[in-house]
């Protein structure tokens, strides 16, 4: 049997482990269906402060770190990610754990913020990853050394696999599956929980969240300009015009605090701007645009593009409500 390991550190979400678990139980379900015996032995993983939720989990062996033994794939679910720092730190005792089950042997794979913790073992450096679309800023900021990916769905690098936010979950378990089991069982669990098992981008998903709380005052004008005035403005320099600062200084502080240069910055506020435009009225995709602050149509396409991995037009017939 291949040994999984799903870790229940301090603030995990409930849903992903229960997602996690139900999608594992299938495919041993399956297993016995078909005459074969299951092929997962699912343990549960805890550190000294974290018990098991009650009769939710009571099939499983709870083990604590000192008992869990050798794994062959170890699976980190998803934090609240309001507080990521504070879950890292209430889970330093993961980490050893983690580089010394990788070291001889394991798989590890985290899901949606569960990369946060991965990333903290260092695990990570140098190679490619993704996490939750909204969490992007955050994950590059805290790890530099890893190679980002935040359109990806799933990423795999030398045996750590991520994925994005929420339902890229189960792209990732049917990854496990195909890459455990074979393809004929991937595509028997894709039925039974409707999954697309070709979606392979998720940034249509993430909205633009600038960063608030730097504390840099100057850049927080900065940000205001660029929100009140993206619509008329021509270049980011009309804006800095209105700026007490070097143009070298603010934008030295300004990807500091934010994590996005200023044209970054001008350009996912007028394509968010878009987005709502799309989702909400009926305007043309040219009036779109110019509302959106751009004037050729063809910028603005592979901009949008760029940004939420579609074009206007499917993004408004993905997200805009059809009228009853």
Known sequence: MVQVALL??????????????????????????????PLFQISLIRNATVSPEGNLFEKYKALSLSESGQQNLILIPAFDHQDLNTAIQQNLEFLPWLQQQYKKGAELASFCTGAFLLGA??????????????ASNAFANCFPDVYFKPEKVVTVDQGIYTSGGATSSFHLMLMLIHNYCNRDTAIHIAKIFSIDMNREQQSYFGSFHPVRDHGDE????????????YKEAVTIEDILQH???SRRNIVRRFKQATGNTLIEYLQKTRI????????????????????????DLKTFRQLFKKNSGMTPKDYRDKFKPKAA
């Open 8 to 37: 229940l550190p301090n603030k995990y979400r409930l849903l992903s482990v229960a997602a996690i678990l139900d999608v594992f139980d299938t495919v041993n379900h399956h297993y016995e269906e078909i005459g074969r015996s």
């Open 121 to 134: 073992t260092g695990l990570l450096n140098g190679k490619i990853a993704t996490t939750h679309v909204n």
């Open 218 to 229: 100057l850049v927080a004008k900065t940000q205001v300009c660029i929100e009140n005035a």
């Open 243 to 245: 700026i007490p600062s």
């Open 272 to 295: 968010e701007a878009a987005k709502k435009l799309l989702e909400q009225t009926n305007l043309s995709i040219l009036e779109v645009m110019l509302d959106s602050g751009y004037n």
